[in-house]
């Protein structure tokens, strides 16, 4: 059955000339042809109740979901992929496919429909490289997701474990390393990927600690984090205002966003 899973390079082959497609540059579109990656992917993505996917593709990874979890919903924004979808989905009837940007989802309605029927909800996606950020904030933003599995970009996924200091270092990592334990799960070379990128990619693991900011608290900071309006507190944080914003740890930031409240 290996080689005939969408992820087999044949398989993707043949659905690409099936259906004379390209990937698309401008949705960040790369098609991932690794069977063992995305079946391990799959499996360590706590995926047994729902699952959200974020670009299905032509449903590589979609397909190793459909077989380890309950229901998938999948965001696709490109509907020349949604006929593409139904065929090559059509063995799995616990598929949902949404023809809509993720961003524009109301993600906490969905995820609370989901919760309610499956018990439980996770993401696992392969991100384009030019929307991982506002993905990953807007996951952020949902308190009841306990696992996000994400295949980004390495350069990216280096971010996640950056220090303060360092020129990775930036509001991303500082929001996920106070939300979740990161970790690294395995690096997915640029040959698993139709076409080839030149830059590997690596899979990493949120997992949520458990927090007793409310929501309004996490998004009050988060505004923080994401805009200019911190200089003014610095001092009462007793923080040198002429620090770089990248060299202030997740503790000081948090002194300076109750210093505004």
């Known amino acids: 059955m290996g080689d005939r899973y969408i992820s087999a390079p044949s398989r993707t082959k043949e659905i690409l000339e099936k259906y004379q497609l390209r990937a698309k540059k401008g949705f960040g579109q790369n098609f991932l042809v690794d069977p063992v990656i995305v079946e391990r992917c799959a499996m360590m993505s706590h995926c047994e109740g729902a699952v959200i996917e974020i670009g299905p593709g032509i449903g590589s990874l979609t397909e190793q979901l459909a077989r380890y979890s309950r229901h998938v919903t999948a965001y696709e924004v490109d509907q020349d992929l949604i ?8 063995a799995y009837d616990n598929v949902e496919i949404i023809l809509q940007d993720f961003l524009t989802a109301d993600l906490d ?3 609370e429909e989901l919760k309610n029927k499956y018990g439980s909800v996770s993401i696992c996606a392969n991100l384009p490289y030019y929307i991982t950020t506002p993905v990953l904030f807007r996951i952020f933003a949902n308190g009841q997701i306990p696992y996000i599995t994400v295949m980004v970009q390495k350069e990216v996924g280096e971010r996640f474990a950056a220090k303060p200091n360092s020129a990775e270092y930036s509001a991303l990592s500082a929001e996920g390393q106070y939300l979740y334990e990161i970790r690294k799960l395995f690096t997915v070379p640029g040959r698993s990927f139709n076409p080839s990128p030149s830059v590997d990619s690596v899979i990493i693991q ?3 600690k458990e927090i007793s900011d409310t929501p309004e608290q996490l998004n009050a900071y988060f505004d ?8 003014e507190s610095l001092k009462k944080a007793g923080i040198d205002p002429s620090r770089r914003a990248q060299s202030l740890s997740g503790e000081e930031l948090r002194r300076i966003y109750e210093v505004l409240q």
């Open 83 to 90: 006929p593409v979808l139904e065929d090559t989905l059509s």
């Open 109 to 111: 309605a969905k995820v």
């Open 206 to 208: 949120f997992s949520r």
């Open 224 to 231: 923080l984090l994401n805009s200019e309006k911190c200089a």
